[in-house]
């Protein structure tokens, strides 16, 4: 009766080594199934081969772990069906040829650096020819186009300076100093006395100067300021009127200096009209004064004083009555010069309003 025994559990054993033989197979397929990409021969393959081996497996496992890491109560269906969930393995698509597909992406960035670039090139270009059309070539041969083109030098400069002789200035050489002056004008501006002829009530301005009194280009009178305490305007204020400008413009190629006679304006009406407000620092702001009697000045209310008005602002009016131009090259023309000085007339037999006085003229 025991050898009966020993036979059976040696074949349960068998039995139980053949169970698990054919579980660790079809295992073996699942995964050739799973990394091929067979998903659908995976699922065939789990529903058919796996149920018929549920009951073999489970409890009669002795350790009580399934092979496939679970439980021994995991249904092998159930992992069968997790199996369709995990990722798919990566396909590499043959028909894809290997090469350099950025063309046109290439082609867009190079376009949108290139079109700006080629604009500034042209830009630059035509700024050069246009700036030598503008420069002086040649010096002007008659009296009045010399006039005319230190009217110019005058418009296209970007800094003038005021020019004295020593003995006006307190020195052995003379003295320049820089200074912001009008544009020139033909004619002389006379300050009016009478109120508005419109709007009597209303204070004359920028505004009612353009309509009243427009200023006119020409070689006639250049106004500026200086300052009292400057050694300049303390030489303006002894008396020494005699002085010129000097102007310089890189836009002609040439520079030029216009003389005359220099008369301060006092009026108002004067200063406030060629004010300018940059140069609000170039002079201290007068301080404000109170408004009413002097008995209610500690509760007045201080009333602005426009920076016209400050002590310290000197207005010059030059009568231009000579005028010289100059080029600046590199050659023997650099010597050359045209100086002119106004008619006392208004005009010569020919119609001149200036004439040759440099040496060598025409």
């Known amino acids: 009766m025991l050898r009966c025994g020993s036979l059976a559990t040696s074949a349960v054993a068998r039995s139980g080594r053949g169970s698990a033989l054919r579980v660790h197979r079809a295992e073996a397929e699942v995964w050739r199934c799973y990394l091929s990409g067979e998903l659908r021969q995976l699922r065939a393959l789990s529903s058919r081969s796996f149920s018929s081996q549920v009951q073999t497996r489970g409890p009669a ?73 503008l420069s002086l070539l040649a010096l002007p041969s008659s009296p009045d186009d010399a006039a005319a083109e230190a009217l110019r030098v005058m418009r296209t400069s970007a800094v ?17 100093l820089r200074v912001d002056p009008h544009p020139a004008e033909i004619k002389a501006y006379v300050p009016p006395t009478e109120p508005l002829a419109l ?26 300021a200086v300052s009292r305490r400057s050694a300049e305007g303390a030489a303006v204020a002894a008396g020494r009127r005699r002085a010129g400008l000097l102007y310089m413009s890189h836009t002609r190629g040439a520079y030029c200096t216009v003389s005359g006679q220099l008369s301060v304006l006092a009026d108002p009406e004067s200063k406030r009209r060629y004010w300018k407000g940059n140069w609000s620092a170039a002079f201290p702001p007068p301080m404000p004064s109170a408004s009413g009697p002097p008995s209610a000045a500690p509760g007045a209310v201080l009333e602005e004083i426009p920076p016209w008005m400050s002590e310290d602002y000197l207005l010059l009016r030059l009568a231009v009555d000579e005028a010289s131009v100059q080029s600046v090259v590199d050659g023997p023309q650099r010597w050359d010069t045209r100086r002119v000085k106004r008619n006392n007339v208004a005009a010569d037999a020919e119609g001149c309003k200036w004439k040759f006085v440099a040496p060598g003229a025409f």
């Open 199 to 224: 709007i009597p009530q209303l204070e004359r301005n920028v505004i009612t100067d353009l309509f009243e009194a427009p200023v006119i280009g020409g070689l006639g009178f250049v106004h500026f």
């Open 61 to 133: 496992s002795g350790d009580g772990v399934s092979p496939w890491g679970g439980a021994s109560g995991t249904s092998l269906a159930e992992l069968s069906d997790r199996a369709g969930f995990l990722p798919r393995p990566e396909v590499f698509d043959e028909r894809l040829k290997p090469g350099f597909r950025g063309g046109r992406a290439l082609l867009i960035f190079f376009l949108c650096n290139a079109v700006p670039f080629s604009a500034l090139l042209y830009y630059l270009r035509e700024q050069r020819s246009a700036r030598s059309q």
């Open 160 to 176: 003038c300076f005021l020019l004295q002789d020593a003995e006006a200035v307190g020195t052995s050489f003379g003295g320049a």
